[in-house]
């Protein structure tokens, strides 16, 4: 099972991938991070990237229904998709028995990239990703 740098360095073999980092979204700090990002920083990037993904996960709205009213298992999100002129941001939430609080961050040069094959390895990624 990899760990962080093995997940990360997994994320960045993507077709199209710029950068890649594992975030803590309720603190905004990255646990790691390889390539580059906007701007050109790695923390900037994973706090900007953790306040959109904590605004998500806390909204109702995207909270998944079981039926019977109650709450579905966490993280109450799988991923998040945001695209631009130039580039697609891939934040997937990563599972976790004790606390899902991070999520797995692609930043992916569009003309190149593959959304629908990220976001299937990055699913794949954050079931095998092994913290600690």
Known sequence: MPG????????????????????????????GTVG??????HEAAAAEAAEVARLTAEQRTFT??????TEAADPPVE???ISNRDSYHVLRFVPMSFD???FLHVWLARSDGNLALARIRLGEMAGRLVLG
Request: proline share 7%; with cysteine; net charge negative.
């Open 4 to 31: 962080i740098d093995e997940c990360l360095l997994e994320a960045m073999r993507l077709p199209g991938a710029r950068g890649a980092a594992l975030v803590d979204w309720t603190s905004g700090l990255a646990l």
């Open 100 to 102: 899902s609080s991070v």
């Open 64 to 69: 998944p229904d079981d039926g019977d009213g």
């Open 79 to 81: 991923d998040l998709i």
């Open 36 to 41: 580059e990002f906007p701007g050109g920083d």
